[in-house]
């Protein structure tokens, strides 16, 4: 018999895998605590689709000085593959920023509310976390990562 978590994750895998096609399939990173595999390769089909025109193709950004404000005195989108801050955050505030986006605190994120349900944005964070070298995942786990 499955847990509550198990059927969880077995549900958002099916729904998932509708939502994205057969691009699915491939899974793209070692596998980390309390992350599925699946739902990385579910995550990664969907940054690509919504995320990687800001965020670049593999989360690596697209400026190279990120952490600089441009011409329109709004930040740039980061990297988010471990190398800038993301991994400051804990999973449910990186989830909640692609929800709200930034614009309502002076950023350029739209908001992703009414187009990726909760499942479909935590299955992106759960690809980005799958990016984060082994030290900066460490890191981010000691401070609180999956609250």
Not at 5 to 33: F, I, K, N
Not at 123 to 140: F, G, K, M, R, T
Request: hydrophobic fraction near 45%.
């Amino acid at each position: 018999m499955l847990s509550r978590r198990g059927l969880l994750a077995v549900l958002a895998w099916a729904w998932l895998s509708s939502a994205t096609g057969p691009a699915v399939a491939q899974v793209v990173a070692p596998e980390r605590a309390l992350t599925d595999p699946r739902l990385v390769a579910a995550g990664q089909e969907l940054f690509r689709r919504h995320c990687a025109v800001c965020h670049g193709w593999n989360a690596e950004g697209t400026v190279a000085d990120w952490a600089t404000p441009g011409a329109d005195g709004k930040m740039p989108p980061p990297p988010l593959d471990g190398s800038a801050h993301a991994w400051h955050h804990p999973k449910s505030g990186l989830m909640l920023t692609i929800r709200q986006g930034t614009q309502s605190i002076g950023g350029n994120m739209p908001a992703f509310r009414g187009k990726l349900n909760d499942a479909q944005i935590s299955a992106i964070v759960d690809y980005l976390i799958s990016l984060w070298p082994e030290e900066v995942y460490q890191a981010w786990l000691q401070r609180g990562g999956y609250r």
